[in-house]
């Protein structure tokens, strides 16, 4: 396929958008919802904050998660991923390796900078 429309890629995108209940910051890359929300959580963001969609970096289409100043930990470890749930539907949404590993203390704050989740154009 060589061409795919940027409203299609946006309407994937807001639907993204529209479901997102939390983020989770876990101990390895989830598979499924119970992974991210229970088995490798660390620390939860509510209703994360996005902008977009926007052009993407290189090509096609992006969301950013916006920088997190205020996640909750709720376990001591090292957080390497991040989860995108719809808690509703209990349905993992996006996973994704953080720009590097986290060392994270229960009952603390953690911080995360801004991420893309993208859309190539075809090639």
Known sequence: MAFIDDSILDA???ALDGAIE??????QEATTY?????TYKLGTKATPTTTGPANGDATGRKLTIDA???????ATGTATH???????????LATGALAAPLAITATNTFTLTAFD???????
């Open 12 to 14: 994937a995108l807001d």
């Open 22 to 27: 939390n983020l989770y910051i876990t101990s």
């Open 34 to 38: 119970a992974g991210a929300q229970t």
């Open 68 to 74: 997190i100043t205020d996640g909750t930990v709720d």
């Open 82 to 92: 991040w989860a995108l749930c719809d808690n509703s539907a209990t349905l993992l």
């Open 117 to 123: 989740v993208e859309f190539p154009d075809p090639a």
